[in-house]
């Protein structure tokens, strides 16, 4: 592409950004914290491992690496292994075929509206951000096929500036709010049918990362998708959770209640913060992702919540129950 | 006499996982790239330590590289687009672009961009950087990497770690926002842009 075929947008950025050349001194600064990184890096292990016998020096690896190991696991990482060897050996969910599935969940999604859909009402942001609270109750039979009924509840605003915008522009028209809205899909197995999934914890790794996304946070969200999922396999629990268990994660809350559950959160660079509870046969019970810095550009506070839910874990029930 | 090849980055990687010490060829190819990568969104006095940590983390991470990929350089931006981030929410300012009326500087872009272009646009700098503050801050890198970082929409997309079709919808979008906000951007430029449509997308 020439410069002169350029998107003027892009030529615009290119004549007004500054370029800098580094010095001598800069190179240099830089160059000598690497090598002390790099010193420590190359660890006295590793120079022996030339040197010694290597029958020795072999056991001594052997050490050493059970020993790390042992050392850098952290207690996140511990648990949700422990719990994946669990979830190998739980029965699977089998929904006999006059039963369903039941499960209930109670988020709160932040959503964001374009000005261009608020019909000439004036917001004093970019767009205009609000929490819609939400209940969602799902009945899944034998071969997928679900009932949903979700209801709609008075959304959450950042400032009143943004509420009484989004009654002038009639949104809550839209988002039906007050309304319990029933619908059946005949597949939503979501997720779980896109791909036939590896249970091996490496292979499905490196499958996400090659098909949705290569950052941990794009790791974690593809994960938590597939463990929400009601029919998921004990084997690809056990994957997935394994997945989960290598990412850099913090442990929050252990078993609280004394049923075994736990919570764990995640550092994003993006910024965000992905916490998120498990129980003690692997089922996600509770997730919240905050955005950290929150968004100034959509009058979001530092803090807020993107995605917030509880989850119930699934029971049989009667077709009489259905709606 | 067969000549000796020069490794590739991901062939340096990989040799510096068993000896960390070969990523300092890694750091020899590639700082001035990532200074000057740096020196375009904080300017010269925050760049070199900005720099440093880069490789730094390349270092410390450099075990999860992908080893398919010859040039480590996508790789090392989204690594500084990263850092960039950490740094500005510590000193607590949002991301831009480094302007020319901030500071004077021997510019690259100097040499390459036609000097009509460059005095008009120079003169919508002010509202250009608003104007890029007030984008999300995915649509804003994505764009930046391509734009004056001149990344193709394949690197970018090594480089942010997302699908190469997100690249072209977070410029598209971002392009369109900011032309909403500096309608005379186009005349501004003296052009009249490229259909989206037509765009090559690796150049």
Redesign the interface.
Known sequence: ?T????????????????????SRA??E???V???D??SS??SPS?VRIRIAWATAVALLVVLAVSLIQTASTSPAEALITELAEVAEVTDPLVIPDDLFAYTQTEATVLMEVDPESLEGVEIPH?SLAYGLPQTRETWMGDEGTARLSTTYFRPVFFSSADEAAYYAAGLDQRDRIGETVTETQPDASGVLDEMDWPTDPVELETRIRSLV???DL?VLETSLKLLRETLIPPRLRTAVLLVIAGLDLELVDESPDGAGTFSVSFES???KRWTFTLDATGYLRFEELILV?G?P?RGVPPGTAEYTADYTAPRLVDSADLP | MVEPTTPTDAEVIGASLADPTRFGEIFTRHHDAVYRFASRRVGAGEAADITAEVFLRALKGRHRYHLDRPSCLPWLYGIGVNVIGDHLRRVKRRSRIYLKAQEPALSQDDFTTPLVDRVDAESAAPSLNQALGRLGRKDRETLLLFAIDRLTYSEVAQALGVPIGTVGSRIQRARRKIIEQIPDLRQITGHGGTDPEKESRDD
């Open positions: 592409m410069e002169t075929s350029l998107h003027p947008v892009d030529l615009a950025l290119r004549a007004v950004t500054t370029t800098f050349e580094p800069d190179f600064l830089s160059r914290k690497l090598m990184a790099v890096a190359s590793s970019d996304g290569d950052t794009e660079p993006e910024p810095d968004d550009d």
